[in-house]
């Protein structure tokens, strides 16, 4: 599979696509609403709201009919996420109560929402844009919060567009499918690796840099498409999976921004941490057979497009990574006043 032409047809849709939404492109960081039942009626509430994104997430849950907060609000700003705690008073109990997450219908993100009965019960409900709410009072099982988890980590991967448009920029340089093959598993290899650090705790990275960085690394495979287009070698064209496993410790910390912020419980995190990442590893994968099936389809149906079409998924790959660089470099910069 020579990718340079026909791949670069193949990526066309996919590299506009990306387009559409620069603003928001590391905006997925979900939230965590967890309530935990103290006695009857009464509630101890735990609200996660993601920071320090370029976007700012403007969503708050909204208190069910019946119920009221007893205690003052305690607000901690920790970094990546405001901590707002209180206690919840429910006459006779939170049991077929809705509760619903307003602003998220106009986000890009989740809320994992968390009840812990006081028999033991435990429910996890995963809000969406699509449904910001849930009506409260059954179990979910561990296959179901194990789910969750694995939805999370898709939807980080295939709505996170700096992530894809530094995947779709590793396809258009490599030159046959084992080179395709190293790379990508050399990228995948150093994203785990970060995930799991970052999760577990034992490192982490400011988000504004490292958003900046993650950008620098888009903008970084702009000039070696354009070598390649030229017929030109480089050292990242040669072994674009060193490359790919580099600038993956970066992506992986990245990733990490959509568990770290949310506080899961210890004993949890394992499983959280696993399941997220094999989301992550669907989108991606999912992401790279679109590609090559495209390129497959057209070379049978002969398909040829106009040089100056081919090259736009290359543009988009060096306009985009330019354009978040220099945002989130202002971002980074107004942060450090």
Same mark, same amino acid.
């Given at each position: 599979?020579?990718?340079? $032409? ?17 603003? $928001?492109?590391?905006? !997925? ?7 935990? *039942?103290?006695? +009857? ?8 709201? +993601? ?7 403007? &969503?708050?849950?909204?208190? +069910?009919?019946?119920? $009221?907060?007893?205690?003052?609000? $305690? ?6 996420? !405001?901590?707002? #705690? ?9 049991? /077929? ?7 998220? *219908? ?14 033991? #019960? ?15 009072? /059954? ?7 194990? @789910? ?31 080179? @395709? ?32 960085? &993650? ?54 995190? +394992? ?11 669907? /989108? ?17 149906? *002969? ?35």
């Amino acid at each position: 599979m020579r990718t340079p $032409r026909l791949l670069r047809a193949a990526a066309l849709a996919l590299g506009l696509g990306a387009l559409a939404t620069p603003a $928001r492109a590391h905006e !997925v960081r979900p939230g965590f609403l967890e309530l935990r *039942e103290t006695g +009857p009626g009464t509630y101890t509430l735990t609200w996660k709201k +993601p920071t320090g994104g370029e976007v700012e997430i403007s &969503i708050a849950p909204v208190i +069910p009919e019946g119920c $009221r907060l007893v205690t003052p609000d $305690r607000q901690q700003l920790t970094p990546g996420a !405001v901590i707002v #705690r209180g206690t919840l008073a429910c006459t006779g109990g939170l049991a /077929g109560k809705t509760i619903a997450i307003a602003g998220l *219908e106009t986000t890009v993100t989740d809320v994992l929402v968390r009840l812990h009965h006081a028999d033991g #019960r435990l429910e996890s409900h995963l809000l969406r844009p699509a449904t910001p709410s849930v009506t409260l009072g /059954g179990v979910t099982s561990a296959a179901e919060r194990a @789910l969750g988890y694995a939805r999370l980590g898709v939807q980080h991967i295939v709505l996170g567009v700096d992530h894809l448009l530094f995947v779709l920029g590793l396809l258009l340089i490599v030159s046959d499918r084992w080179t @395709l093959v190293k790379t990508i598993s050399s990228f995948t290899v150093a994203h785990s690796i970060t995930l799991a650090i970052a999760t577990l705790g034992y490192a982490s990275a400011p988000l504004p840099p490292l958003n900046a960085a &993650i950008a620098l690394s888009i903008l970084f495979l702009g000039p070696e498409i354009v070598r390649v287009w030229r017929g030109e070698t480089s050292f990242t064209i040669r072994h674009p999976w060193v490359v790919a496993f580099a600038f993956g410790l970066l992506h992986g910390f990245g990733f990490a921004s959509g568990l770290s912020s949310m506080g899961l419980p210890k004993a949890e995190i +394992p499983l959280a941490l696993l399941l997220f990442n094999v989301g992550v590893e669907l /989108g991606q994968v999912a992401f790279v057979l679109l590609v090559v099936l495209l390129e497959r389809s057209f070379r049978v149906l *002969e398909v040829r497009w106009p040089r100056a079409v081919e090259q736009l998924p290359g543009y988009a790959v060096g306009t985009l990574g330019a354009y978040w660089t220099i945002q989130r470099t202002l971002v980074l910069l107004a942060g450090a006043r």
